[in-house]
């Protein structure tokens, strides 16, 4: 299965995304986490400080496997390996940064995207094991189709109006990239009564918890807690769906 | 003068960046505020709900004026009517919004970000003028340059590990493009021994305030309360500078 985390800057996109990859982990499963922040912070989640080579820096390690030469390519590239070779592991949890900007003016993230778009579209999952792309911020990404493919798309948003109008604009993009099933995750609330319609499933309504504030604070993560509760609500709607 | 808001996506750049606008207005200038972010809210902060057309819609008009024809770049062109044109006016502010993604696969914005960085270039301003440009989440834009020759940039920050992670990268990128006035603004501050130091100047530490978080879900904006006093006194630092 694979599933992308979508949404506007600061919802908790990164938080709920790593949450999940813990969870599964523990139902047994091997997951692969990828980071496709342009400014990642994903493995942080995981008490990884260093900076992880983006795959974008082995283009050459992607391209030989994908293109046979002179721009013929390899229709049905075996590419389960090289997840082992880019990423970062952390028990069986594996990390994978698409890209960063490291110099101004090297350009935008375009053609590290298109290398995890071909990784991603080549990669055969199988059973027990699960991809969750922990998108960047907004909406540029839509305009690189990287999301094509995936099974599932989980939007994030919080109870305000600027988030919302900005998972707006994902619901129609995403339905322009052909992704059918999407699902709305409300994050920080603090008034149960809230009432938020964009059209699409309600996967969970996260309460807003002191908890993840401190360890937000301190770039660790929960693991207990009416936040962490809820989300382990949502993880079971996404492996029973 | 030529002031830039980045930061970690979030982190109350445009709640900031719309807040000053209205203060420098308010004290005679003429505003041009600029919403940099291709997930565009800036205009949401005055109570614009219609989309703006954005700038990259009109290529024609900007290429005209500083492109002669043939790549023969008009050296000197002037552009200061433009901003009337392109942009969508409230009392003495006008709002310029960059581009944003419409359709799933047309790209990134590069083009419009292009088009952004030639009308700033061109663009004189008068006393009693400033521009703000709320940017993009994260780090991206460094990739395009789309900041080069602001006076002063000022990065946000709230009290998260994450937040403050993307603060370094976005110091070492600034530096590298060159920019020299760079200052630090720490907001939904709960803890008032907060110490965080990325080595530049602070102009300002915004308290947390309940206030704001009510206006943002219904899309307003404050004028009042202790999160608002102090982004005047970010306000005063930034004019008597």
């Known amino acids: 299965m694979k599933i992308a985390i979508v949404g506007k800057g600061g919802v908790g996109k990164t938080f709920i995304a790593s949450t999940l990859m813990k969870l599964f982990e523990k139902d047994g499963y091997k997951v692969i986490g990828v980071d496709c922040d342009p400014n990642p ?24 496997r994908v293109v046979l030469g002179d721009g013929v390519y390899n229709i049905n590239p075996k590419v389960d390996d090289l997840i082992d070779k880019l990423g970062y592991k952390i028990g069986n949890i594996t990390i994978l940064v698409m890209g960063t900007i490291e110099k101004s003016g090297e350009g935008c993230v375009c053609p590290a995207s298109t290398l995890l778009r071909k990784l991603m579209k080549h990669l055969i999952l199988k059973e027990k094991q699960v991809v969750i792309l922990d998108m960047e911020a907004g909406i540029e990404h839509f305009g690189r189709k990287t999301l094509e493919g995936i099974d599932l798309m989980l939007i994030v948003v919080e109870p305000t109006k600027k988030s919302i109008l900005t998972a707006k604009r994902i619901v129609k993009l995403a339905k322009d990239l052909g992704i059918k099933n999407i699902g709305l995750i409300v994050n920080k609330v603090r008034n149960k009564n809230i009432d938020i319609d964009i059209g699409v499933p309600i996967y969970g309504i996260i309460p807003f918890d002191e908890q993840v504030l401190e360890a937000e604070a301190k770039g660790e993560s929960v693991d207990k807690g009416k936040a962490f509760e809820e989300i382990k609500n949502i993880y079971s709607k996404i492996v029973n769906r």
Chains 1, 2 share one sequence.
Request: net charge negative; aromatic share 4%.
């Open 41 to 64: 912070t994903l493995a942080l989640s995981f008490g990884v400080e260093e900076d992880i080579t983006p795959i974008s820096k082995r283009k050459d390690i992607i391209e030989e």
